[in-house]
């Protein structure tokens, strides 16, 4: 890890075999259709957002072949391949789409290894960064054994398939079981400034040297009380609410990685100004208001 801040992107975070990505990634989700399904209605407006990415310094996104399905994927490599020498791609797998668009579980064996080897063809690579493995999607972490699903994804780790491996809405448990079988580079689960559930997760990610990935870290709309103090400090950063809660997470822990999305090129260089506004004392008391223990609304309604 790498505790030397840049203004452009938070600072930046390295792994066990030294690849460094900045701790302000993007997350592509948002450049397929509707509800995270079929094609965007401006396919170049999309690759722009991507092109801007790589333009702006982030060397970290986040992607899955079940975002479209196949959408985002395609649009990343028509957009940025042959990839720059430092670009990390993110994927997951253990999940896949129905006609309708309905999120479905897909953690059986067979389904996870052609997972893995449909994202690398899709984004024309010949290994995988970085694959997370979804557990129970929309639901929220529970408490069951992954240890067989894991063991799959391990195996292709040990045919040069995949570099690193990560768990998404998992329990403390749960990681610990994922570590036994292979090294855990990530966590990503659901954690924002007005969601604290998963703060135990948090710490632990940071004492054990493993990055944390919030997904959807702006959360859902903002309760009154909660706005009234996000504006009191956005106001006396000249920010907005948004920038501010991106802020927080960033200095929440030194181990937290973020990946906004969005399909906006104004407001992707939004989200990376965010990375260089430092929270006073004052400004983080005011915020440690507005957190909870409860799972925002977003979780249920999205997948990720």
Avoid at 48 to 56: I, M, N, S, Y
Avoid at 60 to 66: G, K, N
Avoid at 162 to 186: D, M, Y
């Amino acid at each position: 890890m790498n505790d030397n801040l840049t203004a452009t992107a938070g600072g930046t975070w390295k792994f066990d075999d030294d690849r460094v990505v900045t701790r302000l990634g993007f997350g592509a989700m948002q450049l397929a259709g509707p509800g995270v399904f079929g094609p965007p209605a401006d396919r170049d407006g999309s690759r722009a957002v991507l092109r801007r990415v790589v333009e702006l310094g982030i060397n970290h996104i986040d992607t899955s072949d079940f975002y479209g399905p196949f959408v985002v994927n395609e649009l990343i490599r028509e957009a940025l391949h042959p990839y720059p020498a430092n670009l990390v791609l993110v994927t997951k797998v253990g999940a896949r789409r129905d006609d309708k668009g309905a999120w479905l579980s897909a953690l059986a064996p067979d389904e996870l290894r052609s997972a893995v080897r449909d994202n690398i063809e899709r984004l024309g690579v010949d290994a995988l960064d970085l694959v997370n493995l979804r557990l129970h999607g929309q639901e929220g972490p529970r408490e069951s054994s992954i240890g067989k699903e894991f063991e799959v994804l391990a195996e292709l780790r040990e045919q040069g398939l995949i570099h690193h491996l990560g768990v998404s809405n998992a329990t403390i448990k749960q990681l610990a079981e994922a570590r036994k079988i292979a090294p855990v580079a990530q966590v990503q689960n659901a954690f924002n400034i007005t969601d604290h559930s998963d703060a135990e997760m948090v710490d632990h990610c940071a004492e054990e040297g493993i990055a944390y990935v919030p997904f959807f870290p702006l959360g859902g709309a903002f309760a009154p009380m909660q706005l009234d103090h996000l504006t009191a400090v956005a106001g006396r950063h000249d920010a907005t609410v948004q920038q501010i809660a991106l802020a927080w997470l960033l200095a929440r822990s030194s181990s937290i990685l973020l990946i906004p999305g969005t399909s906006s090129v104004a407001h992707l260089e939004q989200n990376v100004a965010a990375a260089a506004i430092r929270l006073t004392d004052e400004d983080l008391a005011e915020l440690a208001k507005l957190g909870t223990g409860q799972a925002g609304e977003l979780r249920r309604t999205w997948g990720n």
